[in-house]
């Protein structure tokens, strides 16, 4: 007779990979390998393989992206975000994944095939300054939001307590991907993460588009997530902004949702790292 709990605990890795990856195409989850760019238990690997983690501090750094004109107006000229934010979602989560825990040959290719697209984006913003997505200093910004946000999301949700060294040694692990993407400044301390991000500030803008894009982001809903889920992840995602950065977006601070949403994003870890233990 099969085990009630273990079946249980199977469904829900089933509904949480279909999220992640398009399985009616035939993908799956990308297996982690003994030759990847990272070895085992170290911080990028502990940190990247937390879901609600990197989905809280995902969201969050899409969002600040987003008030960079020129990684904003990548995304509008040369994607089709509107119609599928999911999918784009997806492939980010997915090249995320294969850089971090997959073969490094397959590690380098997905980073060849990111270089070759950003070569092909390009145009000018609506005030006719030129952009191109392989600019260094936009990849940087790109990158910094990234970096902060996933190690924001494991020190919320996961493990706030990790030492400085740790959280130091994940900036220089997580630069050789940014620095393959071209990337330029890239942090390898929390320090230096910090003074990056304040320099690089300077170049946001808030917008009308940016808020649009913000609210899509916010309002999307994978298939197969339940809406309750959904709505803790949102919550949580803004809480996690700067004030500075609400106010631009518009967004509103969660205040009566904010405990009872961040007290169930830790029920959900916990879940989750147990359905996935021995994967």
């Given at each position: 007779?099969?085990?009630p709990?273990?079946t ?6 089933e509904q ?5 990856n398009?399985t ?6 990308v ?5 990847a760019?990272?070895?085992k238990d170290t911080p990028?690997?502990n940190?990247?393989?937390?879901l ?10 899409l969002l600040?992206?987003?008030l960079h ?13 509107r119609?599928?934010m ?5 492939r980010?989560?997915?090249f995320i994944a294969?850089t971090?825990?997959?073969h490094?040959?397959?590690a ?6 990111v270089?070759r697209?950003?070569?092909?984006v390009?145009g000018?913003?609506?005030d006719g ?8 200093r ?5 990158h910094?939001?990234?970096?902060q ?5 494991y ?6 307590d990790?030492?400085?060294r740790?959280?130091?040694e994940y900036y220089?692990?997580f630069?050789?991907?940014?620095r393959?993407?071209?990337a330029?400044?890239v942090?390898?301390s ?9 320099e690089?500030?300077?170049d946001?803008?808030s917008?009308?588009?940016?808020r ?11 298939k197969?997530?339940?809406?309750a889920l959904?709505?803790?992840i ?8 700067p004030?500075w950065?609400?106010s631009?977006l518009?967004l ?7 405990f009872p ?5 830790w ?13």
């Open positions: 007779m099969a085990d709990i273990e249980l605990r199977l469904r829900l890795v949480v990979r279909g999220v992640f398009d009616q195409s035939g993908q799956k989850p297996p982690p390998s003994d030759d760019l990272f070895e990028i690997r940190v990247h393989a937390d609600v983690g990197m989905m809280t501090g995902g969201i969050r750094g600040l992206q987003m004109p020129h990684a904003l107006q990548g995304v509008l000229d040369h994607s089709n975000f119609e599928d999911h999918g784009r979602l997806r980010t989560a997915r294969v971090t825990f997959g490094r040959d397959e380098m290719k997905a980073i060849e095939r270089n697209i950003h070569a092909r390009g000018t913003l609506p300054t030129p952009y191109n997505a392989a600019n260094p936009t990849l940087a910004w790109v910094v939001v990234e970096a946000s996933f190690l924001a999301g020190l919320r949700h996961v493990r706030p990790m030492p400085s740790e959280q130091d220089r692990q630069a050789v991907i940014a393959a993407l071209g330029n400044p942090p390898e929390r320090n230096e993460a910090e003074s990056i991000f304040r690089l500030r300077t946001l803008r917008s009308p588009e940016a649009e894009v913000a609210q899509l982001v916010l309002s999307q809903r994978p197969g997530t339940p809406p959904q709505s803790i949102r919550a949580e995602s803004v809480a996690m902004l004030d950065a609400r631009m518009r509103q601070k969660p205040v009566l949702t904010a949403a961040r007290a169930a994003t029920g959900v870890g916990r879940t989750l790292r147990w359905a996935f233990r021995q994967y």
